[in-house]
């Protein structure tokens, strides 16, 4: 009789230890997550159990037994970092312990075009629900709220940026920029800037001769403008040729972007002849040399081809209306092109 029950006793347990290791191994290929992608937040704090009971409470499909069999048996008790989770459709329990281990978090973007101005880099990030807000809603104080000791360069090396500088226009690199949830809007304006520190003193070192510029911030200013008169690349150049030779010889920039650009509010999508002789301190028309400050923020490759510019002898261009440019040596020919792609135009319509 004993050695029948021990015979039982025996047989029950093999059979749980088969049971048990094809559930173990059915748990490690079989998705946890069906449906929806599920969103699941550690906070510091949180122990596994309570981790454990956030993945239940989003309808996560498992035995808390053998999650917490695996975690042990992986040596990741205590190992799951914080942040925010997606778990997408089709992840195993053995993935989620990957992910939380490896603090695969949840990322969101935000995105500045090249050629946006500062108003606009702010309108979209205070109208970002990601991000946390901490900065004022304008522009003002900027500077001192977060790039004091947030670039690798200096600021006050004259080669590169005047200090102090007085705005961050054109000082924040155009870019996609990742983040997580609770990062901040300084964070992303202090990482855009410090790419921008970066990449201008990265292109200010492998620069072309006899350039008229004292550092580059002045070479950021034309940058920016180059940035505005030109979406095709190929352009760029030729465009920054124009000016730097106009720099060169006194002539004024006579760019309308900056015009706009010192006009603010008041501009409607039109500028007039009263607009080009108003002086401001950013209407070229009125004055010769570079404005004050960039007008938007200019990519790598406008930067690039304003410290690259083409070496011929154009000094004059005018929109052809289908986003590319006439350039021209001389004012005969230039008013010529503007009679062919402008007067005549504006006449037809």
Known sequence: MFFRIIGLLTLILTLLSVWGWHSYQEMLITPAVVGN?????????????????????????????????????????????TGEYELTPGLTLPE????????????????FPEGWNLKEVLKEINSNDHLEHTLPASDVNLLGLQVENSQQYPVSDNRFIPSPLTTLEGMLFPDTYYFEKHNTDADILKRAYDKMQSVLVEEWGHKVENLPFKNAYEALILASIVEKETA?????????????RRLQSGMMLQTDPTVIYGMGESYQGNIS?????????????????????PIAM?????????????????????????GTHQFSTNLKDHNMAVDKFQRKKNAQR
Do not use: C
């Open 232 to 244: 095709q690349v190929i352009e760029m150049p030729l465009i920054a040729g124009v000016f730097i």
């Open 273 to 293: 002849s009263k607009d080009l002789k108003t002086p401001t301190a950013y209407n070229t028309y009125t004055f010769s040399g570079l404005p004050p400050t």
């Open 37 to 81: 992608p599920v969103i699941v937040e550690i906070i510091k704090g949180d122990s596994f159990n309570q981790i454990t009971d956030k993945l239940i409470q989003q309808n996560v499909s498992f035995k808390p037994f053998w999650f917490k069999a695996l975690a042990v048996q992986k040596k990741m008790v205590n190992k799951l970092k």
């Open 298 to 322: 200019p990519g790598r490759d406008a930067i690039y081809a304003t410290l690259h510019p083409d070496n011929s002898n154009n000094r004059y261009f005018v929109a052809r209306g289908d």
């Open 96 to 111: 989620i312990l990957t992910l939380f281990v490896q603090s695969k978090t949840k990322k969101y973007s935000i995105t």
